[in-house]
Structure formats: C-alpha cells, structure tokens
C-alpha cells in the first residue's frame, strides 16, 4: 500500500510497465533528464537509459510517426505530448496512419502505442494548455481512448493501456496531477481497462462524469445529498469504446442522466452518450439527457476559465432542471 | 565536445563587433550602418533600449512571482538579439513573433502591458498586428514561420519587393526558437520561402536550450548552415552583440527586400533565465554555464564599450536607470489595475457572422449568471 498522486501513480505505473516489458519506450519533449513539465517521468531516464526513455526532437508528427515505425519494429512506445494543444501537428499520423495500420493490413501490423495526453483546463494556463481533444479522438475508427480520474485508476490504467495491442490515447486530467492522494495496494486486481465504475450510488439523477469533471460530480452529488437528493456519479473511464451498460442501468433506476464534460458541448461525448441513453433507455427517461460542458467558443484567456469551465453550480442547475423538468 | 567548448563559443563563422570585454572590432562582410547618425548616439540608444527591455522582463517576473502574472516568458540574456534586429527594421516590415519577443515587440512600439494582459490571462494577445507590423504572439512553436512565409508572399504580390524605394521595398522577419527548428512546419516554411523566392527573414534566437533540451537534439550542424540546404543563405551572428545583430540584421533585410529571396539569420545567445517562470533549470542544466554566459551578457558590453570610449557619462547612465524604474512603476500599476473582461465577451468573439445557435448559448449563459445577482 502507497499513498500517491495521481502524477507519482503514473510515474510508478509507468515504472512498472517499463520492468514488465522491456520493449516499453517512452518519447517525447522534456521526458528525460527533466523527467517531462509535469514530472510524470521523473527519474525514469536516469534507471532505464537514454535508449528506453528518448527526449525527442521538437516535432510532435515526429514523436508519433516515428514510434509507428518503432511499433512495427516490435517496440512498445507510449509518447507523451507535452500539452493538449500540442497533439495537432501529429494528428494526421494518429487519424491516418496510427488509427489505419491494422485495418488496412488486414491485422498484419499491430499499432500497440500509448499517446499520453494531459488535457483540460483550470491550471490557470495561457492559450492551447487547456484543451479537451478527446471526441477527436474517439471519433477516429481504430483509436481506443481512456482517461482516467484518481491514483489508484492512474496506476492501473496505464499499465493496462500499454499492455493493449491497439493504439491508445490516454488522456490525464493535469489538474489532478498533484491534487489528491489514494492509497494504491500494488496487489490488487485491477478492474478492466475498458470498463466504467459507479463512483457514487444515488437513486434519483445519474451524473456521467470522466476525467477532471468527476470530482466535480462528487461534489455535485454531495451538495445535492444536503438538499435531500440522492445522486450517482458514473466515472466512465473509457471514451472509445464506451461502456454504458452500467449507465443504463443506472438510468433505468434513476430516470435522469446529466453528461458533463469540459469539452465543448457540440459535438462533444455527451452528445453520443445521451443518444445512446436515449435509444436504449427511452421508456424510462423522465427528462431529456442533458449536457453541461465547455462553451462552444475556443477555450478562453484563464482569468474566464472558472466561468467557462462546467462546476458545481452549473451541474447543479442542471439537476434542478433535470428534477423539475 | 565539452559545453563550454567551440559549441558556446560560436565557431569561426561567428559574426561579432563588439566583443564581450566591451572592443569594438570590424568584419569584412558586415559593418555597423548608423543610419548616417552619430554613432555613440544610436549606440546610447540601443543600451537604453536593452535596459528597458529588461526592466520590462525582471518586472514581469517579479509580477508573476507575486500572482499578478500567471506564467511569463523571460527573455533575460536575450535583450542584444531583440534590439539589434528590432531597430534594424523599417516601419513597413512586418513581424511575426513567438511568445519571448518583448524586446522586438518593445521596438516596434507595442505597449508592454498589452503583452501582460496575456500572460496575466485576461486576454490572449488581442492586438491588431496591423497596428505596429507585429504579429501576434504565437505558442503553438514553429506556426507563425509560414505565417510569415505567405505574408511575404502577399507582399511580393503587391509588387513591393526589390522596386528599389527603401520607402516601399518590405521585409517580413519569421522569429522562432532553435527547438523550433525542428518542427515540420519551420521546415516547409523555408521550402515556401526559397520556392517563390519570399522576402523572408527566418530569425532564429539559438538560446542553446528547448526547455530542457541542449541544441543538440535538434541539430547535428550550427543552424545557420541548414540554410544551404534549402538553397538560400544562412549566417551566425554573435546574438549577445547588438552592434553584429544590427548590422547582419539589416543586411539581411535588404537582401531580402531586394528581391533576393529569403534569408536565416541565426542569432547564438543564452536563456539566462528559466524557459518561463514554471521552469527550473537546476535539474537539467549546470549552473557553470550560466556563469560562463554571464560574461557575454549583452548589455554589460555596451556599458563598458560606452564608459571606456567616453562616449556615455554617469548622468546618461542615471537617466536610464530612472526611466527604467518609471516603467516599472507604470507596468506594475497597469498590470494591477487592468480591466477584466466580462465572461460573456467570449462568444462575441468566435465569428464575423454570429450564428443563431451561440447567441442562444451566449443568452443562456447570460440568464444563469444574472440568477446569481443578488443571490449573495
Ligand atoms: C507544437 C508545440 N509543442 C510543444 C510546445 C511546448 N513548448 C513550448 S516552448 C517549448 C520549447 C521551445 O524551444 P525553442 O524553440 O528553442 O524556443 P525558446 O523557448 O527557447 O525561446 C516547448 C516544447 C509548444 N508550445 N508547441
């Protein structure tokens, strides 16, 4: 058992990954002697060497279409980009060749890579640090995408993901990096990879949360505790593919569900999400399935963040719409 | 190669005029050009413009160090290779920066607060870059490089590339950083710019770090020589002597200007500070070579250049350290007192045309915030 941060949780996670197989690679910028500008890495180049743990050059299509090659080469890479806002000058070689390579090859050529991707906002951060990029991803046939929202799925989760044959974009909530601890038995069975978790029980609404807007939910379902209302939280875990046979079930207990995510709302997962509710749980819904995420304008300048971002009184407008409706 | 060794000392093909001790030498290919001014006089001037460029910078961290700036950008160490190609352009070049060109934005004659606005996060560098032929200020390394490139050929478009008139011939300088130069898009920026023969100026600060990554991970060769390859010219110039930067500056601008196409300058300084104020340059970097650094500090040179020569007295020292401290007065106030912008502005600002649907969100948004009114 071992108290940590969701960053340390990584780092150990990562660790762990790296003695399990020696094929694990980590690239990216600053992941080395700096051990990345989040320290996720830390210490990790100075144990595994230069050759297991590679400060590449300034070019994100390089990192990822290098590790493609590196892929075919037998290798386990797990690139880290920096921030959110960064993944765009490699995201044709993730939609055009990372996500493509198995299905065109008839399943000739595996892509088992890990592009780890701190994302979100709140950290009080200047232009393209913020971001949420996740439904461009799961939009994208042949990528899985997971997140993850505490130490303990930290730990787990992206042992898992680099264990997977398929490409994984593992996207870490950066607020969260150093915010809580959790004891983490190293023994434990994990749960699966690609599965979502109650994190709260309740009995009259269904909150669907992932990555940084969990513990938003939390706070959300104990706020609405003291008025008498009892909500579940679903930390959905896995974004592609999805996991909603719990979600339905929950709904067709609760009769309620709120998505909220920081992405933008159009087009955003919960606009999938509340679609499949909606075909699979028609009969049982007693208001439509709302969303509360990111406005649908860039992410603004950080002194309008806190607006911007969904919290606890945006979600619980939301429930009170939800239960008035 | 020890760190210390040829590598930070620039190699031969290292343009300087004025060396670190404060001589003033010449170089066969480039001389510095007063502008038919007397000489100590532009000289003064550009050690005012270093001074305050750099009160601009140690102000800046200081506000940030007391939660008035969220993250800033240093570019202490900087100051020659801003100013030196800052002053050597003309008002119809244009500019298109990264996120450390204080000292260029400072020339061009941007108010240093519409830069803290960003970095405090009230806005994000909302100013017109047709005001002062400055750009915005641009994160995403290496983007504004083709920016710059079509730009210019917009420029060439309107036929005012080597017509001969140093009133209408224009230049347009693409800045980025020695990390940058390996992105993809530095690269297809050269390959545009030699393409259509682009009266471009790619500016490289070679800072000798990308965060925590030594120059050497981007380059086997001194950057300038990638240059070649490309099929245009590439110079290295000693980035801490504003007299050399000045000189190659201005000789690159008209080069390009000319109708020659485009042209990389290479300027080879030092971050003396951190990447930015999140930075800790301790784990990845030896503090012997700061020291080392330090003795090339560009605005020192001047100093003693100026003193040893006669060419500056106690007084003219006196009155930049005052208006240095002025500055600093004004920017810690402005900064302070900076009006907020209000959170419905944002979806004003998405579109020309704004659609139907984000004005229903914007209206939404705006009932629920007024349901808070009075509420507390
Ligand atoms: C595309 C992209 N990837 C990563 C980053 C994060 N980042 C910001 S600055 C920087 C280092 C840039 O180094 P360099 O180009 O040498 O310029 P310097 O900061 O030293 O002036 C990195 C990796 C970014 N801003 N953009």
Not at chain 1, 55 to 74: F, H, N, Q, W
Not at chain 1, 133 to 139: G, K, R, S, T, V
Not at chain 1, 236 to 261: C, F, K, M, Q, W
Request: charged fraction near 25%.
């Amino acid at each position: 058992m071992t108290k940590m941060t969701l960053a340390k949780a990584l780092n150990a996670g990562l660790r762990k990954a790296m003695e399990d197989d020696p094929k694990v690679l980590l690239m990216g910028e600053d992941v080395g002697k700096l051990g990345g500008v989040f320290r996720i890495t830390d210490g990790l180049q100075k144990d595994f060497g230069e050759d297991r743990v590679i400060d590449s050059p300034l070019a994100e299509s390089g990192i990822i279409g290098t590790a493609v090659g590196m892929a075919m080469r037998g290798y386990r890479p797990v690139c880290e980009i920096q921030f959110d806002g960064f993944v765009y000058p490699a995201y044709d070689q993730i939609v055009s060749q990372v996500a493509k390579l198995h299905f065109r090859t008839h399943g000739a050529v595996k892509m088992p890579m890990v592009i780890r991707i701190p994302y979100g906002g709140g950290i009080g951060a200047v232009e393209h640090h913020s971001e949420s990029p996740e439904a461009q991803f799961a939009h994208t046939p042949g990528l899985k995408v997971v997140t993850c929202s505490n130490p303990i799925d930290g730990y787990w989760m992206i042992q898992q993901a680099i264990a997977s044959d398929d490409p994984i974009v593992f996207l870490e909530p950066k607020r969260q990096y150093h915010a809580d601890k959790a004891d983490i038995d190293e023994t434990a069975v994990p749960v699966p990879l690609f599965s979502s978790r109650i994190a709260r029980p309740g009995a009259d609404l269904t909150l669907l949360a992932y990555g940084p807007t969990v513990k938003t939910c939390l706070k959300v379902a104990e706020a609405a505790a003291g008025e008498g209302r009892s909500v579940e939280v679903v930390d959905l875990r896995t974004l592609s593919p999805l996991d909603l046979e719990p979600v339905y079930d929950s709904v067709r207990r609760t009769g309620r569900a709120i998505v909220v995510h920081e992405a933008h709302t159009n087009l955003g997962m919960g606009s999938e999400i509340a679609a499949r509710i909606t075909e699979r749980c028609f009969y049982s819904l007693q208001a439509p399935v709302l969303r509360v995420g990111g406005f649908d304008t860039p992410y603004p300048p950080s002194r309008l963040e806190e607006e911007y971002l969904p919290d606890l009184d945006r979600v619980l407008d939301a429930v009170d719409r939800s239960l008035e409706f | 190669m020890s760190l210390l060794g040829p590598t930070a000392q620039g190699g031969p093909e290292f343009i300087q005029l004025l060396t670190p001790e404060g001589q003033r030498v010449e170089h066969p290919d480039y001389a510095f050009d007063a502008g038919g001014r007397d000489e100590a006089e532009v000289v003064r001037g550009f050690y005012r413009d270093m001074v305050l460029t750099r009160r601009i910078d140690t102000e800046s961290t200081a506000l940030q160090r007391h939660g008035e700036l969220g993250i800033w950008t240093q570019l202490l160490g900087q100051e020659a290779a801003q100013i030196g190609c800052g002053r050597a352009l003309l008002p119809q070049d244009f500019v298109f920066p990264t996120y450390r060109e204080h000292g260029v934005a400072y020339c061009r004659g941007l108010d240093p607060l519409r830069i803290l606005s960003l970095f405090r996060g009230v806005d994000q560098g909302a100013w017109d870059p047709n005001e002062h032929n400055f750009g915005n200020y641009t994160i995403v390394i290496g983007a504004q490089t083709l920016h710059a490139t079509g730009y210019a050929m917009g420029v060439q478009r309107d036929g005012l590339v080597g017509t001969g008139d140093p009133d209408r011939d224009t230049s347009v300088v693409a800045f980025f950083g020695d990390g940058a130069s390996s992105q993809g898009d530095v690269n297809e920026a050269f390959i545009f710019a030699a393409s259509y023969n682009a009266p471009v100026v790619f500016f490289c600060q070679n800072n000798q770090w990308a965060i925590s990554e030594p120059i050497e991970r981007q380059s086997r060769i001194p950057l300038y020589q990638r240059a070649r390859g490309f099929g245009f010219p590439g110079v290295r110039v000693d980035g801490n002597d504003v007299l050399a930067v000045h000189a190659v500056t201005q000789a690159a601008l008209q080069y390009t200007r000319d109708g020659n196409g485009p042209m990389l300058v290479e300027a080879y300084t030092y971050r003396m500070g951190a990447h930015t104020t999140t930075d800790d340059p301790t784990r990845y970097r030896m503090s012997e070579e700061l020291e080392y650094w330090k003795l090339k500090d560009p605005i020192s040179r001047v100093k003693v250049y100026l003193t040893r020569n006669g060419l500056a007295d106690h007084a003219f020292f006196d009155s930049v350290e005052l208006e240095a401290d002025e500055l600093g007065v004004r920017l810690r106030e402005g900064c302070k007192s900076m009006p907020e912008q209000h959170p419905l502005a944002i979806f004003d600002q998405v579109y020309v045309d704004q659609t139907p649907e984000l004005a229903e969100q914007r209206d939404t948004f705006a009932a629920y915030l007024a349901s808070f009114e009075g509420a507390h």
